[in-house]
Nanobody
Framework: QAQLVESGGGAVQAGGSLRLSCAAS????????MAWFRQSPGKEREFVATIRWSTGSTYYADSVKGRFTISRDNAKNMVYLQMNSLNAEDTARYYC????????????????????WGQGTQVTVSS
């Protein structure tokens, strides 16, 4: 089972960009699906984006669609989240997650559907 380590968080002004990285070590599989979630203080963890490892197909939360891009590098076992046009509402701790048995015909967007999590990386956007 993969272990996940996030990096790339930091502080940025509104309108700026950041790229988060998630390194997956250990066994990975074409059956995997990967995702980014985020959690702000006092709020529940929410889905941001997901990518199917085998095909690279993606799905986004409406709040980030058109601004964020999830991608993966199979050779490096890396998943990325490019975040553009950031605003204060994007301030949160961002978590990388993996599902070891991802469906082929729909996307997982619920926290309970992912069985491996990283420790998270903090993103702070100042207005």
């Amino acid at each position: 089972q993969a272990q996940l380590v996030e990096s790339g968080g930091g502080a940025v002004q509104a309108g700026g960009s950041l790229r988060l990285s998630c390194a997956a070590s250990g066994r990975t599989s074409s059956r995997y699906g990967m995702a980014w979630f985020r959690q702000s203080p006092g709020k529940e963890r929410e889905f941001v984006a997901t990518i199917r490892w085998s095909t690279g197909s993606t799905y986004y939360a409406d709040s980030v669609k058109g601004r964020f891009t999830i991608s993966r590098d199979n050779a490096k076992n890396m998943v990325y989240l490019q975040m553009n046009s950031l605003n204060a509402e994007d301030t949160a701790r961002y978590y990388c997650a993996a599902s070891t048995s991802y469906p082929s015909s729909f996307y997982y967007i619920q926290e309970r559907q992912y069985n491996t999590w990283g420790q998270g990386t903090q993103v702070t956007v100042s207005s």
